[in-house]
């Protein structure tokens, strides 16, 4: 929570308010709603994956769904009249190879805010990892364009407020759709706020209002739009794409949280003691 602290207090500071409070936050609040798309584009990601489990995802917790389909109508509408022509620009003059370049940079300035969660979450080993993955690749993978590490058999292993909450047993609680931030649940959401105002590359940089920080929103919005594309175009093909949204949501999230707790058979724990060595069998006599 000491990043939090500073950031307050830099805030505050009256030698660092040449800019007007006003400007401040509508800054705040552009780049809450660009943090969104991130994360719109991710959970996009996941209905793709998790649309055929659609039917046997968790049971949803949905009190507001007359507002938030009218939300939902909203937010594709605003994609579809603003982010899709933007992604579908740059998808049209740039190489795949350029842009999983772009994305393996982009993830690698994420890997701070992941070792803390790791750390939150009590898992040590995963932290060490990480933060070996981010030495690596911004030194040897040249500012993360390349995912160097993970040859050396660091996979990647992300981690988030959201996740560390329900680590240690919060509930998801309601879900929400909001336009340009797209689906949420009360703790992603509260987990969400914390993930934008205490990452440490945005902190140590002097926050999202720098150049640095602009850029970066605007460049992982655009990115993540579009290795997210399809997933967008399926849900076109969906019988009620609200509810594909919602369910696919809950089944992504329910699915870190489970990875977090170490409940997911599929992942393994890096925490974990390693399994005892199997006795060979006895040779058979001649």
Known sequence: MAPMRSRSIRLRDPSQSARPQGFRRHV???AMAAAGLLAAASNAQAQAEATPLASAGPASNDPLEGFNRASFKLGMSLDGALLAPITHGYMAVTPRVVRDRVSAAIYNLGEPNTVMN????????????????????STVGVAGLFDVAAKMGLPPRGADFGQTFGRWGAGPG??????????????DGVGRALDIVTDPVSLFVGGLETDFGKARIATTVVDLRARTDSAYHALDDAADPYVTTRSAYAQYREALVREATGETEALPDFDAPPPEPTPSPPAANP
């Not at 879900?175 to 009360?186: H, K, R």
């Open 174 to 187: 309601a879900y929400i759709y909001v336009p340009l931030m797209g689906p949420l649940n009360v703790r």
């Open 118 to 137: 790791q750390v939150l979450q009590g898992k040590p080993r995963q932290a060490v990892r990480s933060s070996a993955r981010f030495v690596v690749n």
């Open 28 to 30: 705040a609040v552009g």
